[in-house]
C-alpha cells in the first residue's frame, strides 16, 4: 500500500488488456496465477471476468465497453443538467422578497404596540 492510513484500499486492479489477455488464455501460467489470485479477494473482478467469459462475440468486448462507457457519460451529463435547473436562478429576487416580508412584519409589529 502506498499509503498506510488508507487501510481498505486494496491495489489489486485488474486492467482491460490483463482481462482480455486472461480470456483469451494468451498469458503465461505465473500471470494466469497472479490475476485469479486478484479476482479471489475482490468479488467484483471475479463478476466481470464471468460476465465477459460468458459473451459470445470475444472481438467486440472493446466496442461494447467504449458504448457503455459513452451511455454512462450521456446519463451522468443528463443528471448534472437536471440539478442545475433545479438550483434557484434568480436568489436576489428571493432574497428581497424574505427581506420585504421581514421589513413588514417588523414595522406591522412596532405599529401595534406603538397604538396600544
Known amino acids: 500500500m502506498t499509503n498506510w492510513k488508507d487501510i481498505f484500499k486494496k491495489e489489486t486492479d485488474i486492467t482491460n488488456e490483463e482481462l482480455l489477455k486472461y480470456l483469451d488464455k494468451d498469458i503465461s501460467e505465473d500471470e494466469m496465477n497472479a490475476i485469479e489470485q486478484k479476482m479471489a479477494i475482490s468479488d467484483f473482478e471475479n463478476d466481470a471476468i464471468e460476465g465477459l467469459a460468458q459473451l459470445k462475440s470475444k472481438e467486440n468486448i472493446i466496442a461494447i465497453t467504449n458504448t457503455l462507457n459513452q451511455q454512462l ?6 443528471s448534472h443538467k437536471r440539478n442545475k435547473k433545479r438550483k434557484i436562478q434568480d436568489q436576489q429576487w428571493l432574497i428581497v422578497a424574505v427581506l420585504a416580508v421581514l421589513l413588514l412584519s417588523v414595522v406591522g409589529y412596532f405599529l401595534i404596540h406603538y397604538y396600544r
Open 73 to 78: 457519460k450521456k446519463q451522468i451529463s443528463r
